[in-house]
């Protein structure tokens, strides 16, 4: 069965570093998503990826963070510089045509 | 704005017994309505989903959940859990152009006694 995958599972960085999440979306899937999950909060949407551009994303998504879709494969997320608060569970998501969302198994960062 | 909110943070039931986790959202318009479930190390993975027509949707192992309108509720259902059920579930909206934009409540814990 395709799926998401996401790497790394798990990443510790120092705070102010760049940090780069990797995921590689279900091929025939055009539609791209990160949310995250601060311990103990809910599912937050981030971006929402479409045609090689975002389409949506939300307050959190500040100029801290950059996606792309370097080489019609993988689909990153950038953080710049990263902070203490941007330590969470990130998810990437794909979908197709149904609308239906494919969820990886998610990347831990922790920032320290 | 728009939230969901499930009540429940965490539920033990018995092995065979019913369950049901209850689902509260807020949005002005025809949501779309989902439920996940994430096991321990896994991603989130689609039970349902409803989006228009019959409010009693069925999902994957078993569940079904009852969109009902007039009390905003989309709760989820099943009549007999098993202990592979022991797991994280989450309610979502999706809202704004795109579907997915998912709005998440804060997840209801499913334990399950042998």
């Known amino acids: 069965e395709p799926e998401v995958t996401q790497t790394p599972s798990h990443q510790v960085t120092q705070m102010g570093q760049e940090v780069i999440l990797r995921c590689v979306p279900i091929?025939?899937?055009?539609?791209f998503y990160w949310y995250r999950q601060i311990l103990g909060q809910k599912v937050e949407f981030l971006v929402s990826?479409?045609?090689?551009?975002?389409?949506?994303k939300s307050e959190i998504f500040d100029d801290q963070f950059s996606v792309e879709r370097p080489d019609g494969s993988n689909f990153t997320l950038k953080i710049r510089s990263t902070k203490l608060e941007d330590s969470a569970m990130y998810f990437c998501?794909?979908?197709?045509?149904?609308?239906?969302?494919?969820f990886g198994e998610g990347s831990r960062l922790t920032v320290l | 704005a728009q939230s969901v909110t499930q009540p429940d943070i965490h539920i033990t039931v018995s092995e065979g017994a019913s369950l049901e986790l209850r689902c509260n959202y807020s949005?002005?318009?025809?949501?779309?309505l989902f439920w996940y479930v994430q096991s321990p190390g896994q991603g989130l993975q689609l039970l349902l989903k409803?989006?228009?027509?019959?409010?009693l949707v069925q999902g994957i192992k078993g569940f079904e959940a009852e969109f009902k309108r007039s009390q905003s509720s989309f709760n989820l259902r099943k009549p007999s859990v098993h202990w592979s059920d022991a797991a994280e579930y989450f309610c979502?909206?999706?809202?704004?152009?795109?579907?997915?934009?998912?709005?998440f409540g804060k997840g209801t814990k499913l334990s399950v006694k042998p």
């Open positions: 998501a794909s979908s197709g045509y149904t609308g239906e969302l494919f």
């Open positions: 949005y002005g318009a025809t949501p779309y």
């Open positions: 409803y989006f228009s027509g019959d409010t």
């Open positions: 091929s025939n899937h055009l539609y």
């Open positions: 979502a909206v999706g809202i704004g152009g795109s579907q997915g934009n998912l709005i």
């Open positions: 990826f479409y045609n090689n551009e975002i389409s949506e």
